[in-house]
């Protein structure tokens, strides 16, 4: 039978911080699947930075949305109608038809997920795209050695707090983040295992890195920009390694950002400063899953979601998410009757 589906609108281009008004909540039906095809309860939906870039009309890696056409982002649900019988009914599916409750899509743009491993939204976070960022960071682009010292920012969000733990599983010697706020610079610590965070807010960045990486950093993981990278550039030793995963300081910025102001450090110190785009890495994901799995099993990875529920608030999750509500990852649970 049709699905009665409610699925978000980008309604206007946003500038600056994206407001309520740039998004419409459609509804729609959404048809029996033909052959080779499959409809999607959406269990949960991914809400994250990257869609901010994507709500611009620029091009890049990823097409931005076009307007008054509903959005897409990574989903995980259950088959509820299928005429694939390779992806029967009942089975649990990722895909990227998110920002709705119900996707018809062709059977192999779904892949079936183990949730006999981990819950079906762990593929939305730390066993799917989160967690083999933080991955690919650190052993492909800013590869992790022992013994190293590992500052990583955004260190209590989805990449950050898995990125921290594997700099560890990796052999660095310290490893040290930086968040917004006491209560998520504990959280790092305590639930995260970091041997030291502070809390960028309060400002003076270099002289808190400083203060938590006294002989310098080896391997910073950038998921901030801005001052943040600055303040890394200033504290590498000879030879370090960045990634520069993302910078969502500058994400809601209206003017191009300044770049950092002591990027000749770099050519003195050799440092390599390397941008990534997790997608350009799938062939790591295979070892990851094993990794991961383990690091998960004997509890040396831990990942945490924070879960807003309801396909109504979506966009406030999403804005929310943009201005660090999140601990872990942004996730929106759908309710179903
Ligand atoms: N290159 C890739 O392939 C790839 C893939 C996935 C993600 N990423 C990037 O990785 C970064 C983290 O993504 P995520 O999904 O894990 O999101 P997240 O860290 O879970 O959530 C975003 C966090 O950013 C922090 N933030 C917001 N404005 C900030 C500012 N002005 N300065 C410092 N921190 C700020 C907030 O935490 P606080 O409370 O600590 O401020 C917020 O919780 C983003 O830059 C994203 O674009 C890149």
């Not at 049709?2 to 980008?10: A, D, F, V």
């Not at 052959?35 to 620029?58: A, I, K």
């Not at 910073?220 to 504290?235: C, M, Q, R, S, T």
């Not at 050519?267 to 400063?273: A, E, T, Y």
Request: net charge negative; proline share 7%.
């Amino acid at each position: 039978m049709p699905y009665t589906s409610r699925e978000w609108r980008l309604a206007a281009r946003p500038t600056g911080e994206p407001q309520p008004s740039d998004f419409a909540l459609a509804t729609v039906t959404v048809p029996d699947p033909e052959e080779g095809q499959v409809v999607v309860r959406n269990d949960f939906v991914s809400v994250d930075p990257y869609m901010r870039g994507r709500m611009n009309d620029v091009p890049s890696y990823v097409p931005p949305f076009q307007l008054d056409e509903p959005m897409t982002g990574s989903a995980v649900g259950t088959v509820v109608a299928s005429g694939a019988a390779d992806v029967p009914v009942g089975t649990t599916v990722t895909h990227f038809l998110g920002w709705r409750e119900y996707a018809l899509l062709p059977a192999e743009a779904v892949r079936a997920v183990d949730t006999a491993l981990a819950p079906a939204e762990a593929y939305l976070g730390v066993l799917g795209s989160t967690g083999l960022t933080a991955y690919v960071g650190l052993t492909e682009i800013a590869p992790v050695k022992v013994g190293d010292t590992v500052f990583v920012s955004g260190a209590a969000g989805a990449v950050g707090s898995v990125a921290g733990q594997i700099a560890r599983q990796l052999g660095a010697a310290r490893v040290v983040g930086s968040a917004g706020g006491p209560e998520k610079v504990r959280r790092v610590i305590e639930t995260y295992g970091f041997d030291a965070a502070f809390d960028y807010r309060q400002g003076d960045l270099p002289a808190r890195l400083a203060g938590t990486a006294p002989d310098g950093v080896d391997v910073y993981f950038d998921n901030v920009g801005g001052d943040h990278l600055e303040a890394a550039i200033g504290a590498m030793n000879d030879f370090g390694r960045i990634a520069l995963c993302g910078a969502i300081s500058a994400y809601n910025a209206t003017e191009p950002p300044p770049g950092p102001r002591n990027l000749p450090l770099a050519v003195g110190k050799r440092l390599s400063l390397r941008g990534m785009i997790v997608t350009d890495h799938l062939a790591l994901a295979p070892e990851f899953a094993v990794r991961a799995a383990e690091w998960l099993k004997d509890g040396s990875l831990v990942a945490e979601e924070t879960v807003v529920e309801g396909i109504d608030n979506a966009v406030e999750a999403f804005l929310a998410m943009m201005r660090g509500a999140n601990t872990g990852k942004m996730l929106v649970r759908l309710v179903h009757d």
